[in-house]
């Protein structure tokens, strides 16, 4: 039974004829969002038997996510091929559970229980850096921003540092989720789809499968045991924990925590590229350690996710009428907030297109609810939220400084899926202490 009658105006629906033009043109989902957001911050478009609201306006997305969550609900998720029941794509009463357990690892004092992991990945990128500078030899920049922020989340779970084999056979991560649909509401025969990339899944839970046994066998790294003891640990004590949901959240940790700081990190990278002003902005701010120079690295972070938030698309379900800003919408109704389309309306941000860290300078982010939303908001904002930007700012601290990518080629081209990344290699030549 709906709790708030749904009083308001119709929601306002894009033209048939303006979506039959994108079929025939584009085709890319962003673009027919970006036709229903001309409509306002409230919007419908028509992609199956009911239009899906479109959400991007400040009070629309904080009263979505953040005020009504039990009204606009997550339900099964697109990766769930890949990540089970992780606390990523879990719901209800087991969400809560998971959440709680996961919680303190990543916030806080949990962080600063990382932080020489965080601090040893970094080292070892910077390492790999200066051996290519050395030898004059290419690197695929996206690559090896991929493996440390892999490096980085598989010590923080088994307290080990990511070895070559590993990282290969977890290249599986990457294929798994390049074959997800790029929205919920794409037409998916999940049984093919899990066919599809069988052998992908079995790479991976091997992997999780050694790592699991090495952790109940109490074979520590040498920073000590992880998250994945956390886990294990609730299976001795919670029936709920069981093997497979210990490879779920193992697997949910391992891919959304490494694909979307790789993904953010190659933005940031061709971002600078393209705007070497920014990269002397932020080393000129303070010294090497100073708040002033950390605070200009976080700015240079929060302007990438600003233009590309790695969540581009968080899709929701109206379980009961409401009112959303003076719109009426019915029980049963597909929401998609995008932060993608809300970060880049000149409303918001003047000039939205230009990259430009200083919008983050001294800023308090939290003062921009709903504006600003690149993990989220809300009960299920992004649970590594904190994690992801030490550790990112981290690797900055390390190569910044000291090195500079002058790109063979840089990718023409974005694409939309499980995450918004580039699409195709960055290889590079890397120049120490670059201009």
Known sequence: ??????????????????????????????DLLA????????????????????????????HVLALHPDRYVKRSHRARVLVGDGVLSATG???????????????????RRYEER???????????????????APTDVAEDLRFFALDTIWRSLTGHPLDEATHRELAAVE????ALPSTPSASTDTEALRATVAADLARIDAV???????????????????????????????????DQLIRDELVTLMAAGHETTATT????????????????????AGDEGSPERESALRALVSEAMRLYPSAWLIPRHATEDDTLTGYRVEAGTDIFVCPYLTHRDPALWPDPE?????????????????????????ARACLGAQFAMRETTELLRHLLPAFTPAFHATPAATVFGFTVRPDGPMPATITPDGP
Do not use: C, N
């Not at 749904?6 to 979506?19: R, S």
């Not at 036709?35 to 904080?62: K, N």
């Open 93 to 111: 009463e087991a969400w809560k559970r998971q959440r709680r357990l996961l919680q303190a690892q990543f916030t806080g004092a949990g962080i």
């Open 1 to 30: 039974m709906a709790t708030t009658a749904p009083h308001g105006a119709p929601v306002p629906l894009l033209d048939p004829a303006a979506v039959e033009r994108w079929r025939a043109t584009s085709g890319a989902v962003v």
């Open 208 to 242: 999780a499968a050694r790592a699991i046994a090495a952790a109940r066998r109490g074979e520590a790294g040498p920073d000590g045991p992880g998250v994945l003891r956390v886990l294990v640990d609730a299976g001795e004590t919670r029936p709920e924990y069981t």
């Open 118 to 136: 965080i601090a040893a990945a970094a080292r070892r990128a910077a390492e790999r850096w200066a051996a290519a500078a050395r030898t004059g």
């Open 265 to 284: 990190l190659s933005w940031l990278y061709l971002l600078l590229d393209r705007h070497p002003e920014a990269r002397r902005w932020a080393l000129d």
């Open 354 to 378: 230009r990259f430009d860290p200083t919008r983050f300078a001294g800023v308090d982010r939290s003062s921009r609810q709903g504006a600003y939303y690149p993990f989220g908001l809300g």
């Open 175 to 178: 294929a798994v989720g390049a």
């Open 35 to 62: 036709l229903a957001r001309e409509l306002g911050g409230v919007s419908g478009v028509r992609l199956g038997p009911r239009p899906t609201v479109l959400v991007t306006e400040p009070e629309a997305v904080r």
